[in-house]
């Protein structure tokens, strides 16, 4: 090789005296996962190609043709034309590759002044996350959407609601839906203040001291759209916080996720009742023919573990890594990648599990008051009548106990045989009807309060489409 050894789809090779042996280069090789940057790449390797025309070290007619060469590049990538070769070692290696083959080594060798894949490929990977940050976005807004609509409907229907999983006290079934929307929201939340953090340009950086060029880090930041350029070029090439703070929210929505499907899985059995699977949302065995099974809700909730390891292998990957740049650090995408296509598998499948459930109400409230789940309501009106809680905790317990001897409803019971406080009026207050209407409260589960929480959910929704 004439030019040295610097070998077709790789970026060095002048101080070698041999290639990469086979097991080296399939160990460094990279193009399996990484070529999801290379529209990203090119995205930055024109805006480095500008930073270079501004320093004065290319010319008008040597970056047009540059440009021209990165677009053509792009429009092959875009149609799959291209495609990385077995030679490759990495996204850049092929994109550089590509581009001399179109406008020759004396162009297409000058684009890497003062740019190191270390800076790049930080650059490249904040890119492609923050736009796959609002597909997400959208994603989720869109369960959200399907939530609420079903919360709506039964924002006035009660339903029992549990702790431990044992009937703890009354709800209405919309309050059940609507409390799935305020983690997604959270999620929308995190995932708005991440993106303002994440729009930092690494380029300009170079390896790690920064360019000695002349390359304005702020002007290409400018041009690539982000919010703001690097502080410190050694932190620039190496942080990933964002990979971890970005795998931690899909983590997070995984869990969310999961919490969810594990109830569709609990609503939709044979003692539960309280939901139909939409056909098309559901699947059937290969021996039992009656059987309909919850696999969205469970495989939603099975992928979160996938969710949580793609976040546990970054972050384990990270801890103790020397600076600057190690080669570890290319461990950071696949991980990040699994994650996103988990999680872009799961949403749109959750969304339309939810949006197609047909709930019945009249199963779900039938045990409201079942497993005494108004002897709360019996303690607060003796509260309200004088008597201190701790007293009032121990005269309703005495009734509850009363009815289970009797085998009875707690209303059933004769209280003032319990305790002379309670006096017939007492029965007033064991209703599912008044339990509700005693909670309008500001996120209370009184059928207005469930409908106004619903409103205002709808209304922060907003904001993120
Ligand atoms: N494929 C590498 C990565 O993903 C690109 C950076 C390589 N840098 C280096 N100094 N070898 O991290």
Redesign the pocket.
């Given at each position: 090789m004439a030019e040295g050894r610097t070998g077709q789809g790789s970026l060095w090779g002048g101080r070698f005296g041999a290639a990469p042996a086979a097991a080296m280069a399939q160990l460094s090789k990279?193009t399996h996962f990484?070529w999801a940057l290379a529209p990203y790449d090119i995205r930055q390797g024109t805006a480095h190609a500008n930073a270079l025309l501004r320093a004065g070290l290319l010319d008008e007619p040597t970056h047009a043709a540059l440009t021209a060469g990165l677009e053509q590049v792009a429009a092959e990538v875009d149609s799959g034309q291209l495609q990385p070769a077995e030679a490759d070692?990495?996204?850049?290696g092929a994109l550089e590759r590509r581009l001399i083959e179109i406008v020759g080594q004396d162009v297409g060798g000058r684009l890497r002044a003062g740019r190191?894949?270390?800076d790049?490929?930080a650059t490249d990977?904040r890119l492609l996350l923050l736009d796959v940050s609002n597909a997400v976005t959208a994603e989720l807004v869109d369960l959200c959407g399907a939530l609420l609509t079903q919360a709506e409907r039964h924002h006035a229907d009660p339903a029992p609601g549990f702790t431990h999983l044992q009937h703890a006290q009354p709800v209405t079934l919309g309050h059940e839906i609507g409390k799935h929307v305020q983690p997604f929201l959270r999620d929308l939340s995190r995932l708005r203040d991440w993106q303002q953090r994440t729009s930092v340009s690494p380029m300009g950086a170079g390896?790690l001291a920064g360019n000695g060029l002349g390359l304005d880090p702020v002007a290409t930041a400018a041009d690539l759209g982000f919010s703001r350029s690097f502080e410190n070029s050694i932190d620039a090439v190496v942080d990933r916080d964002f990979v971890a703070e970005f795998l931690f929210i899909t983590a997070m929505i995984g869990v969310h996720l999961s919490r969810l499907g594990e109830e569709i899985c609990l609503w939709a059995t044979s003692e539960f009742g309280w939901v139909y699977l939409h056909d098309e949302f559901s699947t059937g065995s290969s021996i039992m023919p009656q059987k309909k099974n919850p696999d969205s809700a469970e495989l939603a909730r099975g992928k979160s573990g996938r969710l949580i390891g793609d976040l546990v292998s970054v972050l384990t990957m990270l801890k103790g890594l020397p600076f600057a740049?190690n080669?570890d650090?290319?461990e950071?995408?696949e991980p990040v990648f699994d994650a996103i296509a988990t999680l872009r598998l799961v949403l749109p499948a959750m969304t339309g599990t939810v949006a197609t459930l047909r709930f019945r109400p009249e199963v779900a409230g039938a045990g409201t008051a079942d497993g005494h789940s108004l002897a709360t309501e019996l303690a607060d009106w003796l509260v309200r009548q004088g008597m201190p809680f701790r007293q009032a905790h121990e005269v309703s317990g005495r009734a509850v106990k009363a009815a289970d001897e009797a085998g009875v409803q707690l209303w059933e019971v004769d209280l003032p045989a319990v305790d002379p406080a309670l006096t017939p009026r007492a029965v007033e207050a064991l209703s599912v009807d008044a339990a509700l209407a005693a909670r309008g409260h500001p996120g209370g589960t009184a059928p207005e309060s469930v409908a106004r929480q619903l409103k205002q959910a709808r209304e922060a929704l907003e904001q993120y489409r």
């Open positions: 990279s990484d070692e990495d996204v850049h190191s894949r270390n790049q490929v990977l390896a740049y080669r650090l290319q950071d995408k």
